[in-house]
């Protein structure tokens, strides 16, 4: 494989993310391709090399959804948003997010930004699984905890309404 190549099969995570969780991500990326088996460990390995990188989490998810693997990719997504919760120090369950959306910026940084995303990941999961109701549910929140639509959540909700119309 020439240079060029190598380099447009590369995925760019953030720059702060350590640099050995990035190499287990990189070769799990490419492994997704053709050993979905040898991807998943590599992606739980990176997790469990350190559990704070909040990338992992998404990278995770996104392989589980993408192998039509709903439920894990639920479960990987749950794992991130209390990861976040964790670690920006506010509560996991956007339910209670919800009731005290005063208390919280979830515009502050990166870890909050991650956790509007991973809600969004969520609705979409649920959307996906014919969970419909959970998926607006959690929409409707996000609407609320992200009125100025930074996690993108609305493109969701208008697929979700889509889906109503037919």
Known sequence: MDGVGAFEERIVFSPDIPAAVN?????????????????????????????HCLETYCALYKFYFYQERLADAERATLAGLEEAARQGRFPADYKRLLRDKDKWNLYANEITHFYLYSLKALAFIKLRGGKTLEARLILSAIHELDPEDRSGASVIADLASALDEH
């Open 23 to 51: 190499v287990l991500l990189q070769a799990a990326v490419l492994a997704s391709r053709c050993d979905e088996t040898e991807a998943e460990s590599l992606f739980i390995e990176a997790l469990r090399l350190d559990g």
